[in-house]
């Protein structure tokens, strides 16, 4: 049976510690499909349509490598598409607390899933979606926390706020 992970999340925007997760994830899975979760009443940054463009210029040359959307839970997703692994990245306690509970939950739900989790390099430990955006938000240079591959000024050079 090959091994399938989703790497889950919201994603807005993809930085370097989730691009980081997914390459390290690479030589543990066949495949590794990159769910962004979607909800109607959640406040956009960035479109759907624009995460998956931008996480699928990310890896474009990663053919082992898919972005998808999905509502609802994880785990029903999951089972849908045959997917036997969730990876998820660890970056402080409390991290570990929520993800644990998730986790142990989504384990009770569907036995034959399993939730794989990688800690965070310490170089990325601070860095995420939320604080990303606030200093785009407020004209401040985030590409370093952005994959280098990206076309930065197509998906953030524009914004007007
Ligand atoms: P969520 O909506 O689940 O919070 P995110 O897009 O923030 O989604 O994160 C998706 C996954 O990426 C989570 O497992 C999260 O812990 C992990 N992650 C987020 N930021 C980093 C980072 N800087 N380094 C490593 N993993 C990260």
Same mark, same amino acid.
């Given at each position: 049976?090959?091994?399938?992970?989703?790497?889950?999340?919201?994603?807005?925007?993809?930085?370097?510690?989730?691009?980081?997760?997914?390459?390290?994830?690479?030589?543990?899975?066949?495949?590794?499909?990159?769910?962004?979760?979607?909800?109607?009443?959640?406040?956009?940054?960035?479109?759907?349509?624009?995460?998956?463009?931008?996480?699928?210029?990310?890896?474009?040359?990663?053919?082992?490598?898919?972005?998808?959307?999905?509502?609802?839970? =994880? @785990?029903?997703?999951?089972?849908?598409?045959?997917?036997?692994?969730?990876?998820?990245? /660890?970056? *402080?306690?409390? %991290?570990? +607390?929520?993800?644990?509970?998730?986790?142990?939950?989504?384990?009770?739900?569907?036995?034959?899933?399993?939730?794989?989790?990688?800690?965070?390099?310490?170089?990325?430990?601070?860095?995420?979606? =939320? @604080?990303?955006?606030?200093?785009?938000?407020?004209?401040?240079?985030?590409?370093?926390? /952005?994959? *280098?591959?990206? %076309?930065? +000024?197509?998906?953030?050079?524009?914004?007007?706020?």
């Amino acid at each position: 049976m090959s091994k399938i992970a989703l790497f889950p999340g919201s994603f807005d925007p993809f930085t370097i510690g989730h691009e980081s997760i997914v390459m390290r994830g690479i030589p543990l899975f066949d495949k590794i499909i990159i769910g962004i979760g979607t909800h109607s009443s959640k406040k956009q940054f960035l479109s759907y349509d624009t995460r998956k463009k931008l996480i699928n210029q990310c890896f474009k040359d990663y053919p082992n490598i898919e972005v998808q959307f999905f509502e609802g839970l =994880t @785990i029903e997703f999951c089972k849908q598409k045959n997917i036997n692994f969730i990876l998820r990245g /660890l970056r *402080t306690s409390s %991290d570990f +607390e929520y993800e644990r509970a998730i986790a142990q939950f989504n384990k009770s739900l569907h036995q034959n899933i399993e939730t794989v989790f990688l800690l965070t390099l310490p170089d990325h430990t601070f860095i995420s979606s =939320t @604080i990303v955006r606030e200093v785009i938000y407020h004209n401040g240079d985030a590409r370093k926390y /952005l994959p *280098t591959n990206i %076309d930065y +000024e197509y998906f953030f050079g524009s914004m007007k706020f």
